[in-house]
């Protein structure tokens, strides 16, 4: 008779265990609990050592699956998975063909600036991407010279010198801004432009002269034009600061 009862309370031991929820978080610890409730900001759970015991929480944020007694699972803040595809040239290739790309208006090729573009997610030509620029650059002096005359007529408007100063003022500060703003954007456009044009890799640089935090270096480098496929070599003299 104890014999089966202690069989009975052992194999209600192992039922207990096994009817559990695990709570895995994203430093990978486990909680065995009971899970109570799931909402958008937390999950209250029991332990299961302690099925009637306090309820207790832990952030959503930090828990990656529930996996459930009856074996359903579910997944939480699951980590981004990135795969890295190296695509061929014939692969580009189908694919210009595909988008009916190809690498001047009379020709029928593809050039690397265009397989550049199709690497990088660009859709502009490095000539679309200097009419942009050019587009930047006149309205960035157009809307600040309109700043400032605007900022000149209303100070003449004021009755005191020192409003009309301050209109002045603000109206000079916000043409510069204006100028500024556009044409920093029209010179980054024309950077882009420039790289899928041109390439430059060094050979040699050295550091030829050292001035405080300054410095004067000398190399020789690669230099080509990604379009017609020309390279050659040059000196350059470039400056640290």
Known sequence: MKLRNLLL????CATAASAQDVITKTD???IDAKVEEVTDAVIRYRKASNPSGPVYTVPITSVTTIVYENGSVDTFNAPATTSTTTVSDDELLRYAEAQNITGTSNSTYLNDAHLMRLVSNNSLTPDELRKKAKKYRIIGW?????FVIIGVAASTAAQYDY???????AGAGAGV?????FNLKARSLMNQARELEYLSATI???KILS????SLMAGVNVMGNRMPHTQGVGLSLKLNF
């Open 204 to 206: 040699i640089e050295d």
């Open 142 to 146: 157009a809307g600040g010279a309109a």
């Open 211 to 214: 001035f405080g935090n300054k």
């Open 9 to 12: 309370g052992m194999l209600l």
């Open 28 to 30: 990978g610890s486990k």
């Open 177 to 181: 801004g204006w100028c500024l703003g």
């Open 163 to 169: 409003v009309k100063s301050y209109i002045m003022i």
